[in-house]
């Protein structure tokens, strides 16, 4: 099925996010197993740096001049103890690109070492390192950022149906929004099936409310979620799940709030941009708000980090004012 929107950025992130999403979910199958030791982190590790691979060579031969903002560097690749890594990304990079040397792969990642420039994409190549290993949700998300806003972004969820429920081993979702064009979804397997807008809920009443949170407790401050919960007098318990695919399931009018709350341990941590660009916009193209925790926008033009921002709120818009009043009310 052809594009939902007309144009190229569209048409790309589409393509690259569904060929490196498929890649990772190759590499999840292979390497994700039993016998996994507790800790071993190597399959994800395999993933991230085989899909910022991937997308970076797409990225040089499709918009060679426009800058690239990555999650990963090659430097460890190129180290020693590194050689086995790298020979594991190698093998599944070729299977997409035969032809594909060590040191080709580590420049394709290397793409992504550049700084924040007026109109440059931004990647996330696994997003939910815990989610993939335990086979649960995660997400490769990649944003096109122009003068510090998100212009375009797109997100491949490989265990999440219709944006909306968890399908683990299913057809999974692909997600993209243009700002002024919407939000679709799309299945990530089938690329001759139909585009489906999406429209976040119209839920009103905080108590109501469908709070979407981190499953990792390091992630956020928990006993603050719990004090808003409180406050605003929440009856719905708070659904877990990992990744930018909260993102997802907000814009599909599943969940209702998404925050993430500065954890009493690091106060002065601020947002990677990658781990909120593509995510942002789903949301807003399809009807919600996205401010950081005091109402301001966010603004992408200050690097690799969310420098101006504190935290991250992301709702369907009718509950955001009631929820960024709660939280005035417990930071008080």
Partial sequence: MSAPIDCSKVRFAIAAVREAALLTRKVQREMVVDALAKGDKSPVTVADFASQALIGKRLLETFPDVGFVGEESSDALRAEDGAQTLEQITHFVRQIEPDATPEQICDWIDHGAGDATDEFWTLDPVDGTKGFLRGDQYAVALALIRNGKVHVGALGCPELADASRVDKGGGGSLLVARRGNGSWVGSLTDDEAEWQQLSVSDRGMAE?????????????????????????????????????????????????????????????????????????????????????????????????????????????????????????????
């Fill in 208 to 332: 109501e409310a469908r709070l979407l949170c981190s499953v990792e407790k390091a992630h956020t401050d928990t006993g603050g979620i719990g004090l808003l919960v409180k406050t605003l007098g929440i009856t719905a318990d708070p659904v877990p799940m990992d990744s930018q695919a909260k993102y997802a399931v907000l814009a599909a009018g599943v969940g209702d709030v998404n925050l993430r709350l500065i954890s009493p341990k690091m106060p002065d941590y601020r947002e990677m941009i990658w781990d909120q660009a593509a995510g942002s916009i789903v949301v807003e193209e399809a009807g919600g708000r996205v401010t950081d925790l005091d109402g301001k926008p966010l603004d992408f033009a200050h690097g690799r980090t969310l420098a101006t921002n504190r935290g991250v709120l992301a709702t369907n818009g009718t509950l955001h004012d009631a929820v960024l009043a709660g939280l005035r009310q417990i930071d008080a």
